[in-house]
């Protein structure tokens, strides 16, 4: 709750100051000098005062801001937004520059506003904060020690093994000769007795 009131208050500052701005001069709130820029940045200010006719925002470099300042962007109208700008800061090599905002009055005077020390550092990689890790000299309880559960062995059993064959199997042709033989004993019988008969008869 206290970083969502923080944020609305540091989003408002810029708004009351350019509120109050407007009653006097043009300014330039943000960015402020010693800021370091990277990508698009917005420009807050103000150049909404009476008797505007038109105004213009450049930039130099730091090295040499007397004669080479770069056109970002010309206002025909004052702008009522706090953002007058964006200011694409890729298009520029690393380095230090100078902001300038001015606004020309319908009287032929003229209102500037600068902002020095600008660092534009888009070729620097952006700052990490690693966590430090700390690590205690010594455990204030002992590691329990592992303990190593015995494992139950199971039991093996011998693979199945073919059985032999069986020698009192029956195979057909077995069962044909016996078949032929009892057949060829009660014949033998049948003659043996009718013979037998016969004799007694006579």
Known sequence: MLNLFAAMFKHLIPLVVVFLAQAANI???SPQSGDILRGQVEIVGNMDI??????????????NPADS??????????????????WDTTLLTDGDYILHLRVFLLDGSS??????????????PLPTISPALTLPSQLS????????QPVTMLPTFPSPTSLPTN???????????????????TLVLFAFFSLIL???KN
């Open 167 to 185: 020698p009192a199997s029956v195979t057909s042709s077995s069962i044909y000769s016996n078949f032929a033989r009892g057949a060829l004993i």
């Open 69 to 86: 300042w770069f056109t970002i962007q010309t206002f025909p109208q004052p702008v009522q937004d706090p953002v007058i700008a964006v």
């Open 111 to 124: 209102q500037d506003v600068v902002v020095s020390d600008l660092k534009i550092r888009n070729d620097d």
């Open 50 to 63: 009476p008797g505007f006719s038109s105004a213009e925002l450049a930039f130099s470099y730091a090295s």
């Open 141 to 148: 309880t002992p590691l329990p020690t592992p303990t190593i």
């Open 27 to 29: 300014s330039i709130v």
């Open 198 to 200: 016969r004799l007694r």
